[in-house]
Nanobody, 125 residues
């Protein structure tokens, strides 16, 4: 499966963006998937993870209450709604699917694969 993230851009602090992750090549409806981000000079970190059915969402503490992960398996697409954005949310955002078994849900980037090109999110203060 190939994944492509889109929807990034430049936004002021307090603003919102909705990222999309489109899958191609095959359906990803049986895979848990996650959103991750990497800021310059920092390691890639987990942002949010969701199971194959759209349940059991996990959020990093830094985004809890502001970001919402969802998916539409009929469209082979996942989303990350980002509200109340902060300058520290600035990063390249990636989506990926969980390797191997889909349960239990994993959150570490090393447990995910099929990384596609990310999308840049820049939040100005």
């Amino acid at each position: 499966v190939q994944l492509q993230a889109s929807g990034g851009g430049l936004v002021q602090a307090g603003g919102s963006l909705r990222l999309s992750c489109a899958a191609s090549g095959r359906s990803f409806s049986t895979n848990a998937m996650g959103w991750f981000r990497q800021a310059p000079g920092k390691e890639r970190e987990s942002v949010a993870v969701i199971d194959w059915s759209g349940g059991y969402p996990y959020y990093a503490d830094s985004v809890k209450g502001r970001f919402t992960i969802s998916r539409d398996n009929n469209k082979n697409t996942a989303y990350l709604q980002m509200n109340s954005l902060k300058p520290e949310d600035t990063a390249v955002y990636y989506c990926a699917i969980q390797n191997g078994r889909n349960w239990p849900l994993k959150t570490a980037p090393t447990d995910f694969g099929s990384w596609g090109q990310g999308t840049q999110v820049t939040v100005s203060s």
